[in-house]
């Protein structure tokens, strides 16, 4: 006997409610794993590059009581401290491991960028990437060797940066770096706009944005739009990078690193 109060049996349609029948095919995630360093904020930005059918897998790099210095930069990127990481990525199949730190990833120069890939290889990464590595390959997929630099850096860093760049014959026009020590991902998009501007030049191909602690998905569009070449940042080319190794397309709109790759461009 029903008593008063109870719902009617059906299938919830009438009240505009639609169930799923429990034999619905299961979407099929592909799963492509991050290392970030241990003060990384900006895991949503991510996601934002990121395809639906594709998960993303985020461990952290082991803290380090440094600020934001060449001495960080160096921690991040030894062998002990990334191969252990990697390897704590490998339980969920990952198609491909993303090395998400620019400052991580060129502070030894190109030789210390390759040192890092081959470690995370040899810990098993099915296939890896580092943000620095994706920064080259962006540029060339580009064709731009000539390119305008902002970092959150102080200038030790940044004159690493600018030194692997010219390792790779990419010519800097310019470079600015906000002098940070920390809390990058604080840095609003004002801030970025600004000395993007600032430091644009003519001659300059393309302008790219370091660190992948900067916030910079809704902005890269609207400054290509503004200065008329590419703009280009470290949380974009890793994520174009990794998904690329991974036979998948990261997604956005009206950004030309992502539209350069994409099929409709083929």
């Known amino acids: 006997m029903r008593t008063e109060g109870n719902h009617t049996s059906g299938t919830g349609a009438e009240h505009g409610v639609v169930e799923l029948a429990a034999t619905t095919r299961t979407p099929w995630q592909s799963g492509v794993g991050v290392i970030a360093p241990y003060d990384f904020a900006l895991d949503r930005e991510l996601w934002r590059w990121t395809p639906d059918d594709v998960s993303l897998h985020v461990t952290r790099l082991p803290y380090v ?118 809390h990058i991902w604080k840095v609003t998009y004002e801030e970025v706009s600004r000395a993007v501007h600032a430091v644009d030049r003519p001659d300059a191909q393309a302008v790219f944005i370091s660190c992948t602690n900067v916030l910079t998905y809704d902005i890269i569009a609207p400054l290509e739009r503004e200065l008329g070449k590419p703009v280009i940042a470290a949380n974009q080319v890793t994520m174009w990078a990794v998904m690329k190794a991974a036979n998948r397309q990261a997604v956005a709109r009206g950004q030309s690193l992502i539209d350069v790759a994409a099929p409709s461009a083929a």
């Not at 990127?77 to 993303?98: C, T």
């Open 65 to 182: 009581h440094v600020p934001v210095t060449v001495d960080q930069a160096a921690a991040l990127s030894r062998e002990e401290n990334v191969d252990p990481a990697v390897r704590a990525l490998l339980a969920p199949e990952p198609l491909a491991i993303g090395y998400a730190c620019a400052s991580g990833s060129f502070v030894h120069g190109a030789e210390g960028q390759r040192r890092l890939h081959r470690t995370m290889v040899d810990a098993g990464a099915p296939a890896a990437v580092t943000t620095s590595g994706a920064l080259i390959q962006a540029l060339d997929a580009l064709g731009a060797d000539r390119i305008a630099v902002v970092t959150p850096y102080v200038d030790s860093v940044t004159d690493r940066l600018l030194a692997y760049l010219a390792e790779h014959s990419v010519g800097v026009t310019s470079s600015v770096g906000l002098g940070l020590l920390s």
